[in-house]
């Protein structure tokens, strides 16, 4: 059974950093591409990031490029997000979702960016 | 801002189809296919839908896909109340190098 579960979250202050990890089990990791989704409460999905399965290919939304840094650890089987320069609105559910089809997702780990 | 549109609700009783519109452009839904998404209240997605029509293992086959042009759209037929959630459109941008999502619609089972 594929599992994904996210950790990580928590309360930071505004220009703080935070880092996301997503462990994976159930399936051969390396083989898969992943991302980062998220999503502000009350609020529409976003996705925040894609990185390849061998990390050749990686991209970010406008919203978070030169703030947010996507990895991964293939030998690990775990997916990461570096959040920096944190702000209000980034206040979220960060999801963790595999493929480009995001056909399995974990449960989230909550981020509020509050002082 | 999403650059897929959809309708912020929808609704019908127990038994009826409910039908829901995505609306993008050439750079998305365009060029690409379009999943579906469900969120059940306080819980996380799944998908429902990928490749325009195609259903994952286990998705009943009361939810269909389609695709035409710069627009796709998700039916729901013989509607259940445990079908009352969120759901979301999704397509690569090729423009934006970005997965964008709809806006989501709230669907409600009267």
């Known amino acids: 059974e594929v599992q994904l579960v996210e950790s990580g979250g928590g309360l930071v202050q505004p220009g703080g950093s935070l880092r996301l990890s997503c462990a994976a089990s159930?399936?051969?990791?390396?083989?898969?591409?992943m991302n980062w989704v998220r999503q502000a409460p009350g609020k529409g999905l976003e996705w925040v990031s894609y990185i390849s399965s061998s990390s050749s290919t990686i991209y970010y939304a406008d919203s978070v490029k030169g703030r947010f840094t996507i990895s991964r650890d293939n030998a690990k089987n775990s997916l990461y997000l570096q959040m920096n320069s944190l702000r209000a609105e980034d206040t979220a559910v960060y999801y963790c979702?595999?493929?480009?089809?995001?056909?399995?997702w974990g449960q989230g780990t909550l981020v509020t960016v509050s002082s | 801002q999403s650059v897929l549109t959809q309708p912020p609700s929808a609704s019908g009783t127990p038994g009826q189809r409910v039908t829901i519109s995505c609306s993008g452009s050439s750079s998305n839904i365009g060029s690409n296919t379009v999943n579906w998404y469900q969120q059940l209240p306080g819980t996380a997605p799944k998908l429902l839908i990928y490749?325009?029509?195609q259903r994952p293992s286990g998705v009943p086959d009361r939810f269909s896909g389609s695709k035409s042009g710069t627009s796709a759209s998700l039916a729901i037929s013989g509607l259940q109340s445990e079908d009352e959630a969120d759901y979301y459109c999704a397509a690569w941008d090729d423009s934006l190098n970005a997965y964008v999502f709809g806006t989501g619609t709230k669907v409600t089972v009267l």
């Open positions: 490749s325009n029509n």
């Open positions: 979702a595999r493929e480009q089809s995001h056909e399995s």
């Open positions: 159930g399936f051969t990791f390396s083989s898969y591409s």
